[in-house]
């Protein structure tokens, strides 16, 4: 079964500081593996995500996020907050092929202070 | 024009009640997702189609029903509302044949049951 672990469900950062959030996964087969924001009042929109390939994947926003096998991690980076980064923060694994079923994280929200 | 909508945005009701939420999408995308959000527990699946003729139930299916009146139509009730089904409700598509499968989310309806 798969399982997605979001360390931290509060995150506090000051802006232009380094933005890092933190997931972990459990698959038993190769994941595709995704970040979603969700802004205030709104639905959750496609930040950046894994399939195959180069590791380092880069998203909208500034965002990046480095899946690592051997931690079975893909924590979400940015160099610099902007106060407009503040909003909620989903992991989420689906088995690589197949039918896409999204297992998601618990979230992490994420707040930029001046 | 969105390309995911929901009907309505915000509901309350009565313990109950028989309610029904309505998605609606322009995407053209065969398979379409029913999630809850609960503060802390992140997205759980309800149900999900992947097509007309295609319904199948989610982690969380039980005192929700569905019905997938087109392709592009993907409605949600509870049939007897009850308070612990207040949520944050946000439906989605996929195609599998696109962009390994990525959800693409509706901006969320917002059920109070009282």
């Known amino acids: 079964a798969q399982s997605v672990t979001q360390l931290g469900s509060h995150v506090s950062v000051s802006e232009g500081a380094l933005v890092l959030l933190r997931c972990n996964y459990s698959?038993?087969?190769?994941?595709?593996l995704f970040w979603y924001v969700q802004y205030p009042n709104q639905g959750l929109q496609l930040l950046l995500k894994y399939t195959t390939g180069a590791t380092l994947v880069k998203g909208i926003n500034g965002f990046e996020a480095e899946f690592k096998k051997s931690e079975t991690s893909f924590h979400l980076t940015k160099p610099s907050a902007h106060m407009s980064d503040a909003a909620e923060y989903f992991c989420a694994v689906s088995p690589s092929g197949g039918y896409n079923k999204l297992i998601f994280g618990a979230g992490t929200r994420l707040a930029v202070h001046p | 024009d969105a390309d995911v909508t929901q009907t309505p945005r915000n509901r309350i009701t009565k313990t109950g009640k028989r309610i029904m939420l309505e998605c609606s999408q322009t995407k053209g995308h065969d398979r379409m997702y029913w999630y809850r959000q609960d503060p802390g527990l992140g997205l759980r699946l309800i149900y999900y189609?992947?097509?007309?003729?295609?319904?199948n139930k989610g982690e969380i299916s039980d005192g929700y029903s569905v019905s997938r009146q087109a392709q592009a139509k993907f409605s949600l009730s509870l049939e007897s509302a009850i308070p612990n089904q207040t949520a944050l409700y946000f439906c989605?598509?996929?195609?599998?044949?696109?962009?390994?499968?990525?959800?693409?989310f509706g901006p969320g309806t917002r059920l109070l049951v009282l």
């Open positions: 698959s038993s087969v190769p994941p595709y």
């Open positions: 989605a598509t996929s195609d599998p044949g696109q962009h390994q499968e990525t959800q693409y």
């Open positions: 189609s992947f097509d007309v003729k295609d319904i």
